[in-house]
């Protein structure tokens, strides 16, 4: 089954400690997306990508990082220096610009 | 300012009941989109529209380009329709969303 695949589904850290959520795709899908999910809120971009070794800034990219090395691979670092990192973090992938977005399900983080 | 707005919040009905959940938008979008988030997180995607109507089983989304509004409809609703649904629009490169509607269907 096609699909993506995000991992782990929940995560605790440390303040001050980098961490790294895992997203992957084997839809081929060109354009990849990470989104925060927080009580209240709807989902807001952190980082995109449209093709490999490129990708844009969203919204909140601030204390995020990002590569894109591989089309399948798209992987989130959330950094010490973001302020409010406990929160729900989605994947998402779409095919073109008329294409629905296909989301993975989600990463809970922690950070104490 | 909220480029998309949806209503109710929430939403408790009893089994069997038709159910409608509303969504607005302030900017122009090349697609509206309607997602279905369960508890565990995971969203699924259940209607890209542009123009008119569509219809996939229980679920009816319509929306209205001049009016700026999409509407969600769930007939004969049934407990596993318990979800959020969110409404997204899509103004080419970029994905607005809205808060969601919380549906609780009680047997």
């Known amino acids: 089954d096609g699909g993506i695949t995000q991992s782990p589904k929940y995560l605790f850290r440390k303040e001050g400690q980098n961490v790294t959520l895992s997203c992957e795709q084997n839809?081929?899908?060109?354009?990849m997306y990470w989104y925060r999910q927080d009580p209240g809120q709807g989902l807001r971009l952190i980082y995109y990508?449209?093709?490999?070794?490129?990708?844009q800034k969203g919204d909140i990219a601030e204390g995020y990082s990002v590569s894109r090395e591989k089309k399948e691979s798209f992987p989130l670092t959330v950094t010490s220096a973001q302020k409010n990192p406990t929160a729900f973090y989605l994947c998402?992938?779409?095919?073109?610009?008329?294409?629905?977005?296909?989301f993975g399900n989600g990463t809970r983080l922690t950070v104490t | 300012k909220n480029e998309v707005e949806q209503s109710p919040q929430n939403l408790t009905a009893q089994e069997g009941e038709f159910i409608t959940i509303n969504c607005s938008y302030s900017?122009?979008?090349?697609?509206l989109h309607w997602l279905q988030q369960h508890p565990g997180g995971g969203i699924v995607s259940l209607f890209m529209?542009?123009?008119g109507k569509k219809k996939h089983g229980r679920l009816i989304a319509t929306i209205n380009i001049q009016e700026k509004h999409s509407s969600l409809h769930i007939t004969a609703s049934h407990p596993r329709d318990s979800a959020v649904y969110i409404c997204?629009?899509?103004?080419?490169?970029?994905?607005?969303f809205g808060t969601g509607t919380s549906l609780t269907v009680i047997p």
């Open positions: 998402a992938a779409r095919a073109g610009t008329n294409s629905p977005l296909h």
């Open positions: 990508s449209q093709i490999v070794n490129d990708f």
């Open positions: 839809l081929n899908h060109d354009a």
């Open positions: 529209l542009s123009s």
């Open positions: 900017v122009g979008i090349s697609a």
């Open positions: 997204a629009v899509n103004t080419g490169n970029q994905f607005y």
